[in-house]
C-alpha cells in the first residue's frame, strides 16, 4: 500500500484520525505516550482506517516522536 505520515497528539481529550492531505494524518489519542500506549493505539487506529489486519501497520521512523512514519502493506 505505501507510506504514510502521522503527526499525533497523545493525551487528548477526544479521539480523532484525520487526513489531512493524500498521505499526512493528524491523529488525536487518549493514551499517554509511556510504555509504547500511544504508539500501539496508533497502529490500531491506522489499520482500522485502512481496513488491514493490525500486523501489516508498522512505524518506520518516529517511535519517540509526535511525527510518525508508517508502512502500511498489502
Same mark, same amino acid.
Given at each position: 500500500m505505501g507510506y504514510i505520515h502521522a503527526k499525533v497528539t497523545a493525551h487528548a481529550d477526544k479521539e480523532s484520525f484525520k487526513q489531512t492531505k493524500k498521505d499526512h494524518?493528524?491523529?488525536?489519542?487518549?493514551?499517554?505516550a509511556e510504555r @509504547?500506549?500511544? @504508539?500501539?493505539?496508533? =497502529?490500531? =487506529?491506522?489499520a482500522e482506517y485502512f481496513k488491514v489486519p493490525i500486523n501489516k501497520v508498522r512505524i518506520i521512523n518516529? &517511535? &519517540?516522536h509526535p511525527s510518525k512514519l508508517l508502512s502500511i502493506e498489502d
Open positions: 494524518f493528524e491523529v488525536f489519542i487518549r493514551e499517554k @509504547n500506549e500511544a @504508539n500501539t493505539r496508533v =497502529l490500531e =487506529l491506522v518516529g &517511535h &519517540h
